[in-house]
């Protein structure tokens, strides 16, 4: 939580992590937002070079650290971030890179989404990526969306330091 960093920051307590040059820290986790265009895999397979993953987004106070965050960080409207959701094991089954279930009353999905939309993937949309430039009512933008699209997105890495 904040108050612990507070208190890491004041003491400057050992057991606190330290997020390596790049990465922004937040609570007891870090952050990369990268901005190479890559597909969901590849975006997963890089986080883990880094020895983090793709961010699972666990609390409300996460989602509204991220959501502004991204906003800053987007020039074009389709340049959102890939986070650590699929349901390409089994349809309208979401769950995060971990194995866990999504929380269904833990959810931002912006409005009429998830919709696996056929369009442009006959395989549908069963990766999920966020951000809403324009800003989003209650920080609920999370889009479901084809897995394979190279977009200029941005991943995000979340260096797991409490959960390992
Ligand atoms: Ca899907
Ligand atoms: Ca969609």
């Known amino acids: 939580s904040s108050d612990r960093c507070f208190y890491c920051d004041l003491f400057k307590d050992d057991s606190c ?3 390596e040059y790049g990465w922004e820290q937040h609570g007891r986790q870090c952050y990369y937002f990268s901005i190479d265009p890559l597909t969901w895999s590849e975006s997963r ?19 509204t650290f991220l959501e502004p965050k991204l906003r800053e960080k987007m020039n074009f409207n389709e340049d959102k971030f890939w986070i650590g959701l699929t349901d390409s094991e089994k349809e ?29 993937d006959p ?16 920080r609920k933008c999370w889009f479901d969306e084809s897995c394979k699209f190279y ?11 409490n959960k390992t």
């Open 17 to 19: 992590p330290k997020c």
């Open 45 to 63: 397979y890089e986080c883990r070079q880094k020895g983090g993953d793709l961010v699972q987004i666990d609390s409300r106070e996460e989602q």
């Open 92 to 120: 309208g089954t979401w769950l995060w890179v971990d194995g866990s279930p999504l929380n269904e009353s833990l959810t931002f999905w912006s409005s009429t989404e998830p919709n696996n939309w056929t369009g442009y």
């Open 123 to 138: 395989d549908g949309e069963d990766c999920v990526r966020m951000g809403k430039k324009a800003g989003a009512p209650d």
């Open 151 to 161: 977009f200029l997105l941005i991943d995000i890495l979340n260096y797991i330091y």
